[in-house]
């Protein structure tokens, strides 16, 4: 069973295949740079291997072989201008294995998941003008904490003004308070020795 799907550059096959105990089957692919592809591979059994490989210099490189799962999963993106691509299944049972192959290239791969929504933009626009209005709130609050820091220095410079004119009247009081008990002691020595 084979189901082919192809909406623009797209592809998407899944089908079945039975293999037969000790046998191995081979699927080929070719790909562009940067394109990606996806296997998943389910069976009966989890008694078989997986093996990918990718031709370089018509030699193959093993880039994935496992064995002894139910299910595979393997995502590539090749780097090369071309890329010859080969996996192979091989049937480790004693009795026959079911593959279930479901093998995608291109742009079903995106998780869709992922991708924004016109509803999600919405609630961003939502958060967006939230964030505007704490913003606005917090340009105020700062505005105002400017102005009481204007007033309060401006009020801490009138107070010092203030101390020091208090603190010099003081300072002249004493000593005219000073120099007047000097005078009336004078005088009253004064007096004492007259008399």
Same mark, same amino acid.
């Given at each position: 069973?084979i189901?082919?799907?192809l909406?623009g550059?797209?592809q %998407?096959v899944?089908f079945?295949?039975?293999v037969e105990?000790g046998?191995?089957? %081979?699927?080929?692919d070719?790909?562009?740079?940067?394109?990606?592809f996806d296997?998943?591979?389910?069976?009966?059994?989890?008694? &078989?291997s997986v093996?990918?490989e990718?031709?370089e210099n018509k030699? &193959?490189?093993?880039?994935?072989e496992?064995?002894?799962?139910?299910e /595979?999963?393997y995502? /590539?993106?090749?780097n090369?201008r071309?890329s010859?691509m080969r &996996?192979c299944f091989?049937?480790?049972?004693?009795d026959?294995?079911?593959? *279930?192959i479901?093998?995608k290239?291109g742009s079903?791969?995106?998780?869709?998941q992922?991708v924004?929504k016109?509803s999600d933009?919405?609630q961003m626009?939502?958060?967006?003008?939230k964030l505007?209005s704490?913003l606005?709130d917090i340009?105020?609050?700062?505005?105002?904490l400017?102005?009481?820091y204007?007033?309060?220095?401006?009020?801490q410079?009138?107070i010092?003004?203030?101390?020091?004119?208090?603190?010099?009247l003081?300072?002249?009081?004493s000593l005219i308070?000073?120099?007047?008990?000097? *005078?009336?002691?004078?005088?009253i020595?004064?007096?004492?020795k007259?008399?």
């Amino acid at each position: 069973m084979i189901l082919l799907l192809l909406v623009g550059i797209v592809q %998407c096959v899944q089908f079945g295949y039975e293999v037969e105990r000790g046998q191995q089957i %081979c699927f080929e692919d070719y790909f562009s740079q940067d394109d990606v592809f996806d296997l998943r591979v389910r069976a009966n059994s989890s008694n &078989y291997s997986v093996k990918l490989e990718e031709s370089e210099n018509k030699k &193959y490189v093993l880039l994935y072989e496992r064995s002894g799962s139910w299910e /595979h999963n393997y995502q /590539h993106q090749s780097n090369h201008r071309a890329s010859h691509m080969r &996996y192979c299944f091989i049937n480790l049972e004693n009795d026959n294995i079911v593959f *279930n192959i479901t093998y995608k290239t291109g742009s079903e791969l995106a998780d869709m998941q992922k991708v924004a929504k016109i509803s999600d933009l919405n609630q961003m626009g939502d958060y967006m003008k939230k964030l505007n209005s704490l913003l606005d709130d917090i340009k105020r609050e700062r505005s105002f904490l400017i102005s009481k820091y204007d007033f309060m220095s401006k009020m801490q410079g009138s107070i010092s003004k203030k101390q020091i004119v208090f603190g010099l009247l003081c300072l002249g009081l004493s000593l005219i308070i000073t120099a007047i008990t000097v *005078n009336l002691i004078k005088r009253i020595l004064q007096q004492k020795k007259s008399q």
